[in-house]
């Protein structure tokens, strides 16, 4: 039996778009398989699909998730995010600029990406950071942490 979880991500339809896009965010990620939607056994309604790409299984900094074009039923929101422990603020930077694209959505190190995943830029040492005085009225006054303000 598999000890491990893997994180199901449901697009609309842009999972193949978005998979690239976090491939070439992230050091030491790949694309493991794709499937595609059969040509039998569809629907109707559902036979536009056929041929398409349904699931893509990928690792980010090796940790596996697969990514699902299933329709626009479902989105992401803040409920599920995913933490990015960086060694400094030059790392904290990158991911930034390569990840918010949705302004009001960031505080205190959360960002959200094109694509509506939730995501949480933080200092791999932020509990140690966060044992200094004042640490917490500091970060709520963040949007990008900023290390240098703790």
Same mark, same amino acid.
């Given at each position: ?12 339809g ?6 690239d ?8 990620s ?5 499937t595609?939607?059969p ?6 309604f559902? +036979?536009?699909?056929? !041929?398409?790409?349904?699931? =893509?299984e990928? #690792?980010? /900094? ?7 074009? $299933? ?21 904290i930077?990158?991911y930034?600029?390569k ?11 959360w960002? +959200?990406d094109?694509? !509506?995943?939730?995501?949480? =830029?933080?200092? #791999?040492? /932020? ?7 004042y $640490?917490?009225?500091h970060?709520m ?5 900023i290390?240098?303000?703790?």
């Open positions: 039996m598999s000890k491990n979880i893997t994180p199901n991500l449901w697009f609309n842009n999972a193949k778009e978005a998979v896009f976090y491939v070439s965010v992230f050091p030491d790949k694309i493991v398989s794709t595609n939607y040509y039998e056994g569809l629907a109707d559902q +036979k536009e699909l056929a !041929g398409k790409v349904l699931t =893509i990928f #690792e980010l /900094m090796g940790n596996r998730f697969v990514a699902i074009n $299933a329709g626009p039923e479902f989105t992401f929101n803040e409920s599920i995010s995913f933490s990015i422990p960086c060694k400094d603020q030059a790392e930077d990158y930034w600029e990840l918010s694209s949705v302004r009001e959505s960031e505080q205190c190190g960002c +959200k094109k694509y !509506g995943l939730s995501w949480q =830029i933080v200092p #791999e040492n /932020m509990e140690e950071l966060m044992t200094h005085p $640490a917490f009225s970060l006054e963040m949007k990008k942490i290390v240098e303000n703790f």
